[in-house]
T-cell receptor, first 115, second 115 residues
Framework: GQNIDQPTEMTATEGAIVQINCTYQTSGFNGLFWYQQHAGEAPTFLSYNVLDGLEEKGRFSSFLSRSKGYSYLLLKELQMKDSASYLCAVRKESEIYNQGGKLIFGQGTELSVKP | KAGVTQTPRYLIKTRGQQVTLSCSPISGHRSVSWYQQTPGQGLQFLFEYFSETQRNKGNFPGRFSGRQFSNSRSEMNVSTLELGDSALYLC??????????????FGPGTRLTVL
């Protein structure tokens, strides 16, 4: 089966750095995604990792270790608008086709940024 | 480039009825996936379509079905609605790049309430 775990809630201070962890167990791993979702809105794409290592995009960075089934999302210079739910999603390769595949989502981490 | 569009945005139905939701992907995107989001279960994969063919299917009962048209637009149908079907239904589209980096971009969702 597949299992994705991430903390339910986190709180951080404006201007600080926060790391949101995600661990997963799945067969047919085909990439890991991070999405941000503000209340009442659709998830928006933040980052994608398929190889081990760190991917940096401005204030956001994401790390992946496939051997450990572990990823984290790092948010720097936190702003109030970063208060949102952060979703870790693993893509499980299609059992029939050699491309695409479904996303299996974690429950999301609700991040609150305080002044 | 316009994003993913979903219609209708809000829908209220009663138990036993059926409903059809529509999704238009980003121009040039040929893959469409559907997800159900509820507070208790989070985001759960329903199905994925490419070139009018269902490539992946999640663990939902047969009351949930979908299809994709030649212009890549997709519809999903839920028959014999149950109270538990109340959820946000999200559509996501991706380009079929073939290099494993397909990122799914989400539409705003259809909020379905079953009374």
């Amino acid at each position: 089966g597949q299992n994705i775990d991430q903390p339910t809630e986190m709180t951080a201070t404006e201007g600080a750095i926060v790391q949101i962890n995600c661990t997963y167990q799945t067969s047919g791993f085909n990439g890991l995604f991070w999405y941000q979702q503000h209340a009442g809105e659709a998830p928006t794409f933040l980052s994608y990792n398929v190889l081990d290592g760190l991917e940096e995009k401005g204030r956001f960075s994401s790390f992946l270790s496939r051997s450990k089934g572990y990823s984290y999302l790092l948010l720097k210079e936190l702003q109030m608008k970063d208060s949102a739910s952060y979703l870790c999603a693993v893509r499980k390769e299609s059992e029939i086709y050699n491309q695409g595949g479904k996303l299996i989502f974690g429950q999301g981490t609700e991040l609150s940024v305080k002044p | 480039k316009a994003g993913v569009t979903q219609t209708p945005r809000y829908l209220i139905k009663t138990r036993g009825q059926q409903v059809t939701l529509s999704c238009s992907p980003i121009s040039g995107h040929r893959s469409v996936s559907w997800y159900q989001q509820t507070p208790g279960q989070g985001l759960q994969f329903l199905f994925e379509y490419f070139s009018e063919t269902q490539r992946n299917k999640g663990n939902f009962p047969g009351r949930f079905s979908g299809r994709q048209f030649s212009n890549s637009r997709s519809e999903m149908n839920v028959s014999t609605l149950e109270l538990g079907d109340s959820a946000l239904y999200l559509c996501a589209s991706s380009s079929f790049s073939g290099d494993g980096t397909d990122t799914q971009y989400f539409g705003p969702g259809t909020r379905l309430t079953v009374l």
